[in-house]
């Protein structure tokens, strides 16, 4: 079994951005030899989370807007509570970044057939900016034979 790692920056947009990976995913797939087997990327951030979902410029509208209005960032929370906290003072208010991620969560696994990541006809895989912008850091595992 052959297991390849790789880590990809990404630099992200303010507030709440997503940015389509996928094709970095199968360039690193084609790098790593694996023909049949598994890929998982995690996100190594807590404010930057990643979904399987199409990447459609009027939906990605929708997904910003549907979060933020869920989940609004000028609502009351605790962890903006910066003054009572052991935190640098350059620390931002993002709880509502926090809380989106648990939503939407920090891994993805996707099925590698004949040396490519197996995606339906619509789906991508996206990094969910929450707290941008940043220099954000994904770590993928490629097992497989």
Known sequence: MTSFHH?????????????????ELGELVQCSG???????????????????NEN???LLDDIRDTFLRL???????????I????????????????????MLGNSETLAVHQGRPVLGRWQSLLAVELDG????RLAVQILGE
């Open 7 to 23: 880590l990809i920056e990404i630099d992200t947009g303010a507030g709440l951005s997503v940015h389509d990976i996928t094709r």
């Open 83 to 102: 003054h009572l906290r052991d935190c640098p003072p350059d620390e931002p208010e993002n709880a509502h970044a926090h809380l989106i991620a648990m």
């Open 71 to 81: 989940v609004p960032p000028d609502a009351a929370y605790r962890h903006n509570d």
């Open 34 to 52: 694996v023909q049949e087997g598994m890929l998982v990327v995690t996100s190594l951030h807590t404010t930057l989370a990643l979904s399987v």
């Open 56 to 58: 459609e410029a009027r």
């Open 133 to 136: 912008p940043r220099r954000r």
